[in-house]
């Protein structure tokens, strides 16, 4: 047999000696009828709720109305503290022998007809919305209520992206299976089985609902039943493989809170809500304060003109090998051909090679001429000086061999050598110039120095003993 669903009021009736004036009926299913309403007194338009006329005949309607009257308390207590995200309730009052809870209207578009008109919402939008929820059903839960009926139609969704939860689901254990809102299109779905049931009031009958709500408004499907999935073994399709574009991490939080079983749920709303937050980014590590410090460099002097920077990377040895290897055998012949002809002469050579270590250094720091005009320029000085001495010593070997013809013969021999040693040290000086600069890149004058006086020396070196050997074996 079906009941049938009295409306005891019609529009434009007052109540409460003209307070209220019912405007229209908002809806009605098996706990009762909600109408839109005007305060008169407070010009603001409000939500009357009222049980079913025909539930007065229920045996247990004492019981009923008794739990519609501490719940409606309960809110009216929540509302002192205003939450923005749960419709206040501003009155209980009784009109004849209709009990009536009277609550705030929120404008907007119920999740519902949100997802009808626009298909599936994006995670970025909804996500935020159902946390706003989420925050709002742990207020109720603190205060020792569950709301049982967090169902898309419930939520509203204000212009200015909040949502709120309206329509507590007041007492909805005691009302008919046959007749409960949890059989209607408002809430097909969304509850789970041990509310449809056992009529449930744990908190984890609100997680259910609102991640089966969630479910929804990321697909555009409503859920399998919990009924369907209990009864027949059926298995919840993810979400994830209607709507690819979800994550991972939001595609494990609905199917965990749309758990069958209410001990594999979370337990609470807020560890609900933790599966929701996006994963937070690693704070970078502390920065000691001696890397804080900036060194600060004068820009410019007083004439304008910048102040040159120190070299970089000034401890980085550059060495030119293959000058110091063109130094060391000039040395060696150098060496090799003196020892031949007189042992004294050794030891000028060895003078001869430290001044020119000298002077390859410091040619090297002559920041006014490159190596080469230098080189050259003492190449020539040398062979002025050596010309001077070659002619010199001709003079006097001529004069004193003029009658001995083998001593001419030897004398040209000499001479020959003579311009070798030139010759070589010519490109001596310049090999021990150009070293010079190449070493002053990276080596102090002093340090040049000592480089290029330790190979002269020891090409002087190599060169005497080479004559020692040659003399020995001959």
């Known amino acids: 047999m079906v009941l049938e669903v009295f409306i005891p009021w019609t529009d434009g009736q007052r109540l409460q000696g003209g307070k209220y004036v019912i405007d229209k009926v908002l809806g009605q299913g098996g706990f009762g009828i909600t109408y839109k309403a005007l305060h008169v007194e407070l010009e603001q338009t409000v939500v009357i709720k009222t049980p079913n006329e025909y539930l007065s005949h229920d045996p247990e309607y004492d019981k009923y109305i008794e739990r519609f009257i501490q719940e409606g308390r309960t809110l009216a207590l929540l509302s002192q503290d205003p939450h923005p995200h749960i419709v206040g309730v501003i009155d209980l009052f009784k009109e004849g022998s209709v009990h009536c809870l009277v609550m705030g209207f929120v404008p907007g578009e119920n999740l519902f007809e949100a997802v009808r008109r626009r298909g599936t919402l994006p995670e970025a939008e909804i996500v ?54 949890t059989s209607s299109e408002g809430n097909h779905g969304f509850a789970p089985y041990e509310q449809i049931t056992r009529g449930s009031r744990e908190p984890t009958v609100d997680i259910y609902c609102l991640a089966a709500t969630l479910y929804y408004g990321v697909t555009g499907q409503p859920p399998t039943t919990s009924l369907v999935r209990k009864l027949d073994n059926t298995y919840l399709t993810p979400p994830r493989l209607i709507n690819v574009s979800i994550s991972d991490r939001l595609n494990r939080a609905i199917l965990k809170g749309m758990a069958l079983e209410p001990k594999d749920r979370p ?110 320029a003492v190449a020539w000085a040398v062979a002025w000086s050596v010309a001077w001495y070659v002619a010199w010593y001709v003079a006097w070997y001529v004069a004193w061999y003029v009658a001995v013809a083998c001593a001419v013969a030897w004398s040209v021999a000499w001479y020959v050598a003579v311009a070798w040693y030139v010759a070589w040290s010519v490109a001596w000086y310049v090999a021990v110039a150009w070293a010079g600069e190449k070493l002053q890149k990276s080596f102090s004058k002093l340090h040049t120095f000592l480089i290029l006086a330790s190979t002269s020396s020891l090409g002087l070196g190599l060169g005497w003993l080479g004559q020692q050997v040659h003399r020995f074996i001959i």
């Open 128 to 181: 935020p919305c159902i946390r706003q929820i989420g925050e709002a059903l742990m207020v109720v839960h603190q205060a020792g209520l569950v709301h049982r009926d967090a169902h898309p139609g419930n939520i509203m969704l204000r212009s200015n992206g909040k949502a709120v939860l309206i329509d507590f689901g007041i007492a909805k254990e005691l009302i008919p299976r046959t007749l409960s809102s």
């Open 267 to 376: 337990q609470s709303m807020q560890a609900w809500l933790v599966m929701l937050e996006a994963p937070k980014a690693t704070p970078p590590p502390p920065v000691d304060r001696v890397h804080r410090k900036e060194v600060v460099r004068p820009k410019a002097k007083l004439n304008s003109e910048a102040i040159p920077e120190k070299p970089a990377n000034k401890s980085l040895r550059i060495i030119p090998w293959r000058w110091l290897v063109g130094v060391l055998f000039s040395y060696l012949l150098i060496g090799y051909f003196l020892a031949a002809s007189n042992p004294p002469y050794i030891a000028w050579a060895w003078v001869g090679a430290w001044v020119g270590a000298w002077v390859g250094a410091w040619v090297g720091a002559w920041a006014g001429l490159g190596a080469w005009a230098v080189a050259w």
